[in-house]
């Protein structure tokens, strides 16, 4: 689940959410259960959101009484902030995950480094 910097946010479908709820231990379950259901209506807002930014476009054009101007779409500037709060509460589910442990490096390895130290050395 985790991601790496620069790389896009995917929204998770609600089962891919629902279900990283069963890999949290079991007494942070109830916390990581409120983040999944504030995550499944994020994204239903994302949607939302996103469909009205792409039929409106990046840019309103405003009116108010004489007052007129071209601003940022609201709903594109509401998406911007939705994505990131959704990215930022992913992370904390992702926290409250097991930490991943390493495998042990497999003694074939270790063996071929040594063998190449020694046929180095020989020269």
Same mark, same amino acid.
């Given at each position: 689940?985790?991601?790496?910097?620069?790389?896009?946010?995917?929204?998770?479908?609600?089962?891919?959410?629902?279900?990283?709820?069963?890999? !949290?231990?079991?007494?942070?379950?109830?916390?990581?259960?409120?983040? !999944?259901s504030?995550?499944?209506w994020?994204?239903?807002?994302?949607?939302?959101?996103?469909?009205?930014?792409?039929?409106?476009?990046?840019?309103?054009?405003?009116?108010?009484?004489?007052?007129?101007?071209?601003?940022?779409?609201?709903?594109?500037?509401?998406?911007?902030?939705?994505?990131?709060?959704?990215?930022t509460?992913?992370?904390k589910?992702?926290?409250?995950?097991?930490k991943?442990?390493?495998?042990?490096?497999?003694?074939?390895?270790?063996?071929?480094?040594?063998?190449? !130290?020694?046929?180095?050395?020989?020269?």
């Open positions: 689940m985790a991601r790496k910097k620069n790389q896009p946010i995917r929204i998770l479908t609600e089962k891919e959410l629902k279900s990283t709820i069963e890999a !949290v231990p079991e007494e942070r379950r109830a916390l990581a259960s409120n983040v !999944v504030e995550l499944i994020m994204s239903g807002m994302l949607d939302t959101l996103k469909n009205k930014a792409d039929e409106i476009g990046p840019l309103d054009f405003f009116v108010q009484g004489e007052q007129s101007m071209l601003r940022e779409n609201p709903a594109l500037k509401s998406y911007n902030t939705t994505i990131k709060n959704y990215a509460l992913l992370s589910l992702t926290d409250l995950l097991p991943a442990t390493a495998p042990p490096p497999t003694t074939d390895a270790g063996d071929q480094f040594d063998s190449f !130290v020694a046929g180095r050395d020989a020269d």
